[in-house]
Protein backbone atom coordinates (compact mmCIF):
# COMPACT_ATOMS: atom_id res chain seq x y z
CA UNK A 1 0.00 0.00 0.00
CA UNK A 2 1.21 3.72 -0.88
CA UNK A 3 -0.08 6.75 0.47
CA UNK A 4 0.14 9.75 -1.44
CA UNK A 5 -0.63 13.45 0.16
CA UNK A 6 -0.56 16.74 -2.73
CA UNK A 7 -0.39 20.19 -1.06
CA UNK A 8 0.12 23.24 -2.65
CA UNK A 9 -2.78 24.03 -4.62
CA UNK A 10 -4.93 27.61 -4.15
CA UNK A 11 -6.09 30.32 -6.41
CA UNK A 12 -3.44 32.40 -8.37
CA UNK A 13 -4.07 34.76 -11.23
CA UNK A 14 -3.38 34.26 -15.10
CA UNK A 15 0.32 33.92 -15.92
CA UNK A 16 1.42 33.23 -11.96
CA UNK A 17 3.04 29.87 -10.66
CA UNK A 18 2.08 27.29 -8.52
CA UNK A 19 4.33 24.41 -7.04
CA UNK A 20 2.45 21.35 -6.03
CA UNK A 21 3.57 19.01 -3.77
CA UNK A 22 3.28 15.16 -3.53
CA UNK A 23 4.78 13.08 -0.65
CA UNK A 24 4.36 9.19 -0.84
CA UNK A 25 4.90 6.46 2.39
CA UNK A 26 4.14 3.01 3.04
CA UNK A 27 5.56 1.11 0.18
CA UNK A 28 7.45 2.80 -2.25
CA UNK A 29 10.14 0.64 -3.46
CA UNK A 30 8.09 -0.93 -6.29
CA UNK A 31 7.65 2.42 -7.73
CA UNK A 32 8.62 3.14 -11.50
CA UNK A 33 6.93 6.06 -12.17
CA UNK A 34 4.81 9.03 -10.64
CA UNK A 35 2.19 10.51 -12.45
CA UNK A 36 0.74 13.76 -12.02
CA UNK A 37 -3.13 14.09 -13.67
CA UNK A 38 -6.35 16.92 -13.69
CA UNK A 39 -9.62 16.92 -13.41
CA UNK A 40 -11.83 19.58 -14.38
CA UNK A 41 -15.79 19.81 -14.01
CA UNK A 42 -17.22 17.73 -16.20
CA UNK A 43 -14.78 16.47 -17.99
CA UNK A 44 -12.72 13.15 -17.12
CA UNK A 45 -8.97 12.95 -15.52
CA UNK A 46 -6.27 13.76 -18.14
CA UNK A 47 -2.96 13.39 -18.28
CA UNK A 48 -0.49 15.86 -17.36
CA UNK A 49 3.26 14.76 -16.26
CA UNK A 50 5.23 11.19 -15.68
CA UNK A 51 8.60 11.08 -14.13
CA UNK A 52 10.55 8.27 -13.86
CA UNK A 53 11.67 7.47 -10.36
CA UNK A 54 14.80 6.20 -10.70
CA UNK A 55 16.26 8.40 -13.88
CA UNK A 56 14.13 11.55 -13.10
CA UNK A 57 13.67 11.74 -17.01
CA UNK A 58 9.90 12.84 -17.57
CA UNK A 59 6.87 13.18 -20.30
CA UNK A 60 4.34 15.69 -20.44
CA UNK A 61 1.39 16.50 -22.15
CA UNK A 62 1.03 19.06 -25.19
CA UNK A 63 -0.71 21.30 -23.44
CA UNK A 64 1.66 22.14 -20.60
CA UNK A 65 5.39 21.52 -22.98
CA UNK A 66 6.84 24.66 -21.45
CA UNK A 67 4.90 25.76 -18.33
CA UNK A 68 5.52 22.50 -15.76
CA UNK A 69 7.73 20.79 -14.63
CA UNK A 70 8.09 17.48 -12.75
CA UNK A 71 10.51 16.72 -10.40
CA UNK A 72 10.89 14.30 -7.52
CA UNK A 73 13.75 14.15 -4.36
CA UNK A 74 14.11 10.59 -4.23
CA UNK A 75 15.33 11.37 -0.44
CA UNK A 76 11.79 12.68 0.59
CA UNK A 77 10.00 10.37 -1.28
CA UNK A 78 8.20 13.52 -3.15
CA UNK A 79 7.48 14.61 -6.43
CA UNK A 80 6.64 18.24 -7.33
CA UNK A 81 4.51 19.70 -10.26
CA UNK A 82 5.73 23.46 -11.13
CA UNK A 83 3.37 25.25 -12.98
CA UNK A 84 4.29 28.58 -14.70
CA UNK A 85 2.56 30.78 -16.88
CA UNK A 86 -1.10 29.30 -15.50
CA UNK A 87 -3.96 30.06 -17.72
CA UNK A 88 -7.73 29.58 -16.81
CA UNK A 89 -8.58 26.61 -18.44
CA UNK A 90 -5.50 24.84 -16.07
CA UNK A 91 -7.88 25.01 -13.49
CA UNK A 92 -8.73 21.75 -12.06
CA UNK A 93 -7.77 19.42 -9.08
CA UNK A 94 -4.41 17.94 -9.22
CA UNK A 95 -3.76 14.00 -8.53
CA UNK A 96 -0.53 12.33 -8.50
CA UNK A 97 -0.26 8.57 -9.04
CA UNK A 98 2.41 5.83 -8.36
CA UNK A 99 2.85 3.29 -11.16
CA UNK A 100 4.53 -0.19 -10.13
CA UNK A 101 3.70 -2.61 -12.52
CA UNK A 102 6.72 -1.93 -15.35
CA UNK A 103 5.70 -3.05 -18.79
CA UNK A 104 7.05 -6.65 -19.51
CA UNK A 105 9.45 -5.38 -22.14
CA UNK A 106 12.58 -3.26 -21.70
CA UNK A 107 13.46 0.25 -22.86
CA UNK A 108 11.55 3.30 -21.63
CA UNK A 109 8.12 3.70 -21.06
CA UNK A 110 6.12 6.70 -19.93
CA UNK A 111 2.81 5.58 -18.48
CA UNK A 112 -0.33 7.81 -18.95
CA UNK A 113 -2.64 6.29 -19.04
CA UNK A 114 -5.02 6.51 -15.63
CA UNK A 115 -5.06 2.15 -15.56
CA UNK A 116 -1.14 2.21 -15.58
CA UNK A 117 -1.32 3.89 -12.15
CA UNK A 118 -2.40 1.73 -8.52
CA UNK A 119 -1.97 4.14 -5.94
CA UNK A 120 -3.69 8.03 -6.22
CA UNK A 121 -3.44 10.78 -3.78
CA UNK A 122 -6.78 12.59 -2.70
CA UNK A 123 -5.97 15.73 -5.36
CA UNK A 124 -5.49 19.43 -4.38
CA UNK A 125 -7.17 21.99 -6.02
CA UNK A 126 -5.54 24.73 -8.43
CA UNK A 127 -7.88 27.81 -9.54
CA UNK A 128 -6.98 30.09 -12.01
CA UNK A 129 -8.44 33.19 -12.31
CA UNK A 130 -8.11 35.03 -15.67
Known amino acids: QVLLVESGGGLVQAGGSLRLSCAAS????????MGWFRQAPGKEREFVST????????YNADYVKGRFTASRDKAKDTVYLQMNNLKPEDTAVYYC???????????????????????WGQGTQVTVSS
Open 97 to 119: ATATRRPPYSGIYYPYRTDEFDY
Open 26 to 33: GRTLSTYA
Open 51 to 58: IMWDSGST
